[in-house]
């Protein structure tokens, strides 16, 4: 089993910056996609970005802003986020995918708890 436990969300102005981390533990994640997703109120949930051994993948929404990283010796991935805007308001969740290459919220196996990102205008 993984266990996954986000940190580094909070309130935040538009066009700040917040840097979110996710570490895992019960077992390395190395081998695993890593990746981060996000639900407004009222919103189903939305792939953010996503980490393999080697490519990352961003919603179209936030390339050029957010940036996804993985630590595989301290068994972490980070979610950098700039520019913030106040649509970026969501409840952020860190995945992980046994899968290699996963398609979508469904083929990941293991969720986090999740950390509240608000960003006022």
């Known amino acids: 089993q993984v266990q996954l436990v986000e940190s580094g969300g909070g309130l935040v102005q538009a066009g700040g910056s917040l840097r979110l981390s996710c570490a895992a533990s019960?077992?390395?994640?190395?081998?695993?996609?890593l990746g981060w997703f996000r639900q407004a109120p009222g919103k189903e949930r939305d792939f953010v970005a996503a980490?393999?051994?080697?490519?990352?993948y961003y919603a179209d929404s936030v390339k050029g802003r957010f940036t996804i990283s993985r630590d595989n010796a301290k068994n972490t991935v980070v979610l950098q986020m700039n520019s913030l805007k106040p649509e970026d308001t969501a409840v952020y969740y860190c995945?992980?995918?046994?899968?290699?290459?996963?398609?979508?919220?469904?083929?990941?196996?293991?969720w986090g708890q999740g950390t509240q990102v608000t960003v006022s205008s």
């Open positions: 980490i393999t051994w080697s490519n990352t």
């Open positions: 995945a992980a995918s046994t899968r290699p290459w996963p398609k979508g919220w469904r083929e990941y196996e293991y």
């Open positions: 019960g077992r390395s994640v190395s081998s695993y996609a």
